[in-house]
């Protein structure tokens, strides 16, 4: 009985923590559909638009600092970047991050 009671339990930690991943993917922060409107949540090769699949949130922060500094040559991604302030980058691209795994 007791393995049962435990068996239990864990079926229902398991179930909360995939509600949680699914409340956060699907909780974007704001201006996050900028991003995946054209880059995409997926590693698909058949873009003209690079992905952010499989890149850091670190990695995907600098690079939009450096579109918003015009340190990086930009045609769209220049004028995007310059809406954000530090902390809607960090959020958005901690987002970004989570829904390419």
């Known amino acids: 009985m007791r393995l049962r009671s435990w068996a239990v339990l864990a079926c229902m930690l398991v179930r909360a923590g995939v509600a949680a991943d699914t409340a956060q993917a699907a909780e974007a922060p704001p201006g996050a559909s900028s991003c995946s409107g054209c880059h995409g949540l997926s590693a698909s090769p058949e873009t003209s638009v690079p992905t952010l699949a499989g890149r850091t949130a670190p990695e995907i922060a600098g690079i939009m600092r450096e579109f918003k500094s015009t340190a990086r040559p930009a045609t769209v ?10 902390a809607d980058i960090d959020a958005i691209a901690e987002w970004m991050a989570r829904q390419g795994k």
Not at 78 to 86: L, V
Request: no cysteine; charged share 40%; glycine share 20%.
């Open 77 to 86: 991604m220049g004028r995007i970047a310059k809406g954000f302030d530090d």
